[in-house]
């Protein structure tokens, strides 16, 4: 995401070939994964000539999206934790 950010692909002028992630510290299958999640996300867009560019407000939509899971995950235990523990304060469970 941050090689299409630095090469300033922010449109279908500016998009980018997928080459210029050929020098990242990461194997072609790991690249290939992760630009194709993120095209299923709508954060990378190909162009009709196979490049392609990043998409900040599709970013933000899947960070919103992201936390909002993140929060749920974590409140659901915390409050079956609670429910757990007030019962047992009630003397509702043994």
Same mark, same amino acid.
């Given at each position: 995401? +941050?090689? #299409?950010k630095d090469a300033k692909a922010f449109g %279908?002028? !500016?998009?980018?070939? %997928?080459?210029?992630?050929? +020098?990242l510290p990461l194997s072609t299958k790991t @690249?290939?994964?992760?630009i194709s999640n993120m095209m299923? +996300?709508? @954060?990378? @867009?190909?162009?009709?000539d196979k490049? #392609?560019?990043? !998409?900040?407000?599709?970013w933000q939509k899947f960070q919103k999206k992201f936390n909002r899971i993140y929060w749920i995950l974590l409140i659901i235990p915390v409050s079956v934790?609670? #429910? &757990?523990?007030?019962l047992k &304060? &009630?003397? &509702?469970?043994h």
């Open positions: 995401m +941050d090689t #299409f %279908v002028k !500016s998009a980018q070939p %997928v080459e210029i992630c050929k +020098d @690249i290939a994964y992760t299923t +996300d709508g @954060i990378l @867009i190909q162009t009709e490049r #392609f560019y990043y !998409s900040e407000a599709n934790a609670i #429910f &757990l523990y007030a &304060l &009630l003397n &509702l469970i």
